[in-house]
C-alpha cells in the first residue's frame, strides 16, 4: 500500500480525537460544573451576612477544578498511544498507509486539542460565572491567561514525557515507571543535591536558586514535588505555579518541545517486536535498571555527605548498610518483575558495579562543589554591589504572597543595589570570617551564630534594645546577595550587633530603600479590603479604596526614621489603626499587602476611616440602645472592652458573655451607660460588641457586631468586677485583675 507523504492529516487528528472522547466530555463537565459552583457556593455562603468584603480571586482559587486538565492529558495519551504496548496492534497501526511522523503528530495533536478546548470552556465558564458575582467576587482577570497557560505548559511537558517513555518501553508498568523518572528523577535528583549541600553549608542563603535554570522554573516539577510535601522551599508556591512569570512559562514549554522532539525520533526509529517488552534490548534493560536503583541511591549518598560533613557517618555505618541493601533489593527486583526470569539475576550482577562507581563519584562532586564553594570569598574591591533579601537582622525570608509591611520592604530590597563601601566591606570581611568559623568546626559555627541570635531574641524580651546594641558578641543574620564582575552569589552573612547601624545607614541613604518604605505598590483595582476586626464589615469596597488612596498619599510625606522604627523595630510611639490590604503584582507573581494605618503617621486617614465607621454603623449603635432598653428576646451576645492606649487605664481588658435576656442583663446595662455616641479616636477606651438571636434580632437583622468608644470612667465603675471578667496586660505580662485589686 502506498504511504501518503504528508506530516500530518487533520482525519488522524479527529479519529484521535474522538478516541479520547469519553475522558475529555466528562473532563469538561467536572470543569465547568467547578467553574460554576465553586464562587455561587461562595457567594451563598457570603450573602448570609450584611457585612460581607469583596473577595479577591486569581482564575486558580477561582476554578480549582480546573487542575483536572493535568490527570486528562496524560490519561488520553496513554489511552491513545496503548498500540504501542501490543504487538498486534503495533503492526497494525503500522501498516496504514501513512508515515509514523503522520502518525505521531496527528495523535498527539488529537491530545493537546482537547487540553485547549478544556482550558478554553473552564476560563470562559468561570469569567461568566465570575460577571455575574461581581458584588461578592473580584476576579483578576489578568491571571486568567497565565493560568491557563501555564496548565497547557504542564499538559505539554506531560504528554512529551510520556511519548518518551512509551517510545522506549513495550509494558504498561514501565510506561508509567519511566515517564515519571523521566518527568521528575532530574529534577529531584538536583534538587536533592542542592537541598544537601545547603544543609552542610550554613552560610548558603535560601535564596540561592536564581537564573533560568532554576528548579521553581520546572512548573511539573515544583507542582508536585510542593503538593506531595517533598519541596521545603519557600520559592514552591501555589501561585508560583499556576500564575507564574514568563520565565517558568518559556522553560517548561522548552522542556517539553526537547521531549516532544525526542520522542517523535523514537518513534519513527522504533521496532514493532518492542511491543510487550520491558526494553527494546539488553543494553537499554541494563540501564534502565540502574536508573531505577540510582533514585534511591541518590538520597542515600546526600544524607551520607551531610553526615560526612558533620563528621558523624561513622555513628550511623549500620543504618547506610541496611539502606544500600535496600537499594540492591530494588535493582535485583526490578529485573525479576520486568523480565520474569530468575537466571537473569546473574547477568545483571556486574551492573551493580556501576551503581557502587556512580555514588562514589557523586560524593567526590558534592565535595569539590563544596570546595568551590568555600574558596568564595570576594575581597572589598571585587564587589561591585550587594542587595539584603531581608535588613531586621532576622535569617528567616518570608517567601509568602501575603506581605506585612516589613517583608514588602525586604522584597523590594532585593532589587536595590547598594555600592556604599561601607557596607561592601563590611560584607566582606564577615563573609570571610563566617567562613573561617564554619571551617573550624560546624559546632563552631552553630555556637557562634546561631546560638547568639536566639539569646538575641531572648534578651529583647528581657530589656531594652540598647543593651544589645553595643555587644560583639551578639549577631543578626542577613541574607545578601554579592554582585561581582563575573558572578553573583548569595550568602547567610552574621554580623555583629554593634556593626548593623552602618549598614542599616547604608541603605538609609540610599533613595530607592528609602521609596521603598515610602511608596506602597499601585494596587490592582478593586482589590482593597480592610483587615478583619469589628466594625470594618460595615465599609464598603468604595471605601477601603477611598482609604487606601489616603492613606498611600501619607506615608509617602511622613518621616522615614519616624516609620522605619515603627515597623522595623517595633516602636511604640504611634498607635496602630487598622491595615487595608490589598493586590499587586512583582515579575508576574501576585502579593497582597497590609499597609498600615497610624494614627500619628496618617491621621488623615485614621479620622477618616473612624469616622466612616461611625457613620456606617450609626443604625445599628441607636438600635443597640433600643435593644438594651426594651427586648423580650433571648439574645446571645459576647462583649470585649479595652482600656484605651492613651488612657489611666491602658492595658485593661473586660469580658462578658451570657445568654439571658438582654433587658434584663446587668453587664450590658452597665456598658451601655458607657458607651460614647461619637467617632473612635485612636488611643480611646473601646468595646466590642457582638449580638445574635435564633430567632434574628429583628425582620431584617440576624445580628450586631459594633465598635464603639467608651468612656474610661468604664474601669473604675464599682460593678465592673461583679460583672465583667478583668485582666491588665501591662509590661510585666498577663496581671489577673479580678476582683478589687488594681482598679479605681
Not at 547477568?347 to 562543589?369: D, E, R, S, W, Y
Not at 570581611?429 to 552553630?446: I, Q, R, V
Request: aromatic share 12%.
Amino acid at each position: 500500500m502506498k504511504r501518503k507523504k504528508m506530516t500530518f492529516s487533520l482525519k488522524m487528528l479527529w479519529e484521535g480525537f474522538r478516541q479520547c472522547k469519553m475522558i475529555g466530555i466528562f473532563a469538561a463537565v467536572i470543569i465547568v460544573l467547578g467553574a460554576v459552583l465553586a464562587p455561587v457556593a461562595q457567594v451563598i455562603g457570603m450573602s448570609g451576612s450584611p457585612y460581607h468584603t469583596k473577595i479577591v480571586y486569581e482564575a486558580w482559587s477561582a476554578n480549582p477544578v480546573m487542575l483536572l486538565v493535568l490527570v486528562a492529558a496524560p490519561l488520553m495519551t496513554l489511552i491513545l498511544f496503548h498500540f504501542l504496548d501490543s504487538r498486534a496492534a503495533s503492526d497494525l497501526y503500522h501498516a496504514l498507509p501513512h508515515k509514523r511522523i503522520t502518525l505521531y503528530l496527528s495523535y498527539a495533536g488529537a491530545v493537546l486539542t482537547w487540553v485547549v478546548l478544556l482550558l478554553v470552556l473552564g476560563t470562559l465558564a468561570s469569567l461568566i460565572t465570575c460577571s455575574f458575582t461581581h458584588n461578592y467576587i473580584a476576579l483578576l482577570k489578568d491571571s486568567l491567561l497565565p493560568f491557563a497557560v501555564s496548565l497547557f505548559c504542564i499538559s505539554f511537558l506531560m504528554i512529551s514525557g510520556i511519548l518518551v517513555s512509551m517510545s522506549i518501553t513495550g509494558t504498561v508498568f514501565t510506561n508509567i515507571l519511566f515517564s515519571g523518572i523521566l518527568l521528575f528523577l532530574p529534577r529531584f535528583c538536583a534538587y536533592a543535591l542542592q537541598k544537601s549541600v545547603q544543609n552542610a553549608l550554613p552560610f548558603l542563603s535560601e535564596t540561592s536558586g536564581t537564573g533560568f535554570f532554576r528548579n521553581a522554573n520546572n512548573l511539573l516539577f515544583s507542582g508536585v514535588g510542593g503538593a506531595l510535601g517533598l519541596i521545603e522551599d519557600g520559592s514552591f508556591s501555589v501561585e508560583s505555579i499556576l500564575s507564574p512569570g514568563w520565565q517558568p512559562l518559556l522553560y517548561t514549554f522548552l522542556l517539553g518541545a526537547v521531549y516532544f522532539l525526542i520522542a517523535a525520533f523514537l518513534f519513527c526509529r522504533r521496532r514493532s517486536e518492542a511491543a510487550g517488552q520491558s526494553a527494546p534490548s539488553r543494553l537499554l534493560q541494563h540501564i534502565y535498571r540502574i536508573v531505577v536503583t540510582m533514585t534511591i541511591c541518590i538520597f542515600i549518598v546526600c544524607i551520607l555527605y551531610m553526615d560526612l560533613v558533620d563528621h558523624t557517618a561513622h555513628d550511623n555505618w549500620f543504618m547506610y548498610l541496611i539502606l544500600y541493601l535496600a537499594a540492591a533489593l530494588v535493582y535485583f527486583a526490578y529485573e525479576l518483575i520486568t523480565t520474569r526470569k530468575w537466571h537473569n539475576l546473574l547477568t545483571a550482577l556486574p551492573g551493580l558495579g556501576i551503581v557502587a562507581l556512580l555514588n562514589v563519584g557523586i560524593l567526590l562532586g558534592l565535595h569539590m562543589v563544596q570546595n568551590h564553594i568555600v574558596a568564595q570569598r570576594p575581597a572589598m574591591q571585587e564587589i561591585e554591589s550587594v542587595s539584603f533579601c531581608n535588613t531586621d537582622g532576622n535569617e528567616y525570608v518570608p517567601s509568602s504572597s501575603y506581605l506585612s509591611y516589613q517583608d514588602y520592604v525586604n522584597l523590594e530590597c532585593r532589587d536595590i543595589e547598594i555600592t556604599d563601601p561601607t557596607a561592601i566591606t563590611l560584607v566582606s570581611y564577615y563573609l570571610d570570617e563566617n567562613l573561617k568559623t564554619w571551617e573550624e568546626s560546624a559546632s563552631a559555627y552553630e555556637k557562634k551564630y546561631r546560638t547568639s541570635v536566639s539569646d538575641t531574641y531572648e534578651a529583647y524580651a528581657e530589656s531594652d534594645e540598647s543593651a544589645l546594641t553595643n555587644r560583639n558578641d551578639v549577631y543578626y543574620a542577613y541574607n545578601v546577595i554579592i554582585r561581582t564582575k563575573d558572578k553573583t552569589l548569595n550568602r547567610l552573612i552574621y554580623v555583629p550587633v554593634a556593626e548593623t547601624e552602618k549598614l542599616l545607614s547604608a541603605l538609609q541613604s540610599n533613595q530607592a530603600y528609602v521609596d521603598a518604605w515610602r511608596n506602597p505598590p499601585e494596587e490592582i483595582d478593586g482589590t482593597a479590603t480592610l483587615s478583619d476586626h469589628t466594625g470594618v464589615y460595615y465599609l464598603s469596597a468604595d471605601q477601603a479604596e477611598e482609604l487606601l488612596q489616603s492613606d498611600r498619599e501619607e506615608l509617602q510625606t511622613v518621616d522615614f526614621e519616624r516609620l522605619y522604627q515603627q515597623v522595623q523595630n517595633g516602636a511604640v510611639d504611634d498607635t496602630w489603626v487598622s491595615a487595608i490590604s490589598y493586590s499587586f503584582r512583582k515579575n508576574g507573581k501576585l502579593y497582597t499587602l497590609d499597609c498600615p494605618i497610624y494614627e500619628g503617621m496618617t491621621p488623615k486617614t485614621a479620622k477618616k476611616f473612624y469616622e466612616m465607621i461611625y457613620e456606617a454603623q450609626k443604625d445599628d449603635a441607636a438600635f443597640l440602645r433600643q435593644l438594651t432598653e426594651n427586648s423580650d428576646k433571648d439574645i446571645s451576645y459576647s462583649i470585649n472592652a479595652y482600656g484605651g492606649d492613651d488612657t489611666a487605664h491602658a492595658g485593661y481588658y473586660a469580658f462578658a458573655s451570657d445568654i439571658a435576656q438582654l433587658n434584663k442583663d446587668a453587664a450590658v446595662q452597665l456598658l451601655m451607660q458607657y458607651v460614647q455616641d461619637r467617632p473612635m479616636q485612636a488611643g480611646d477606651s473601646y468595646a466590642t460588641i457582638y449580638l445574635w438571636a435564633d430567632e434574628g434580632l429583628s425582620d431584617d437583622t440576624q445580628s450586631l457586631d459594633l465598635q464603639l468608644p467608651l468612656d474610661d470612667a468604664f474601669f473604675s465603675d464599682e460593678k465592673i468586677t461583679d460583672l465583667f471578667d478583668i485582666d491588665n496586660y501591662n509590661e510585666d505580662g498577663l496581671i489577673d485583675n479580678s476582683g478589687e485589686d488594681g482598679l479605681g
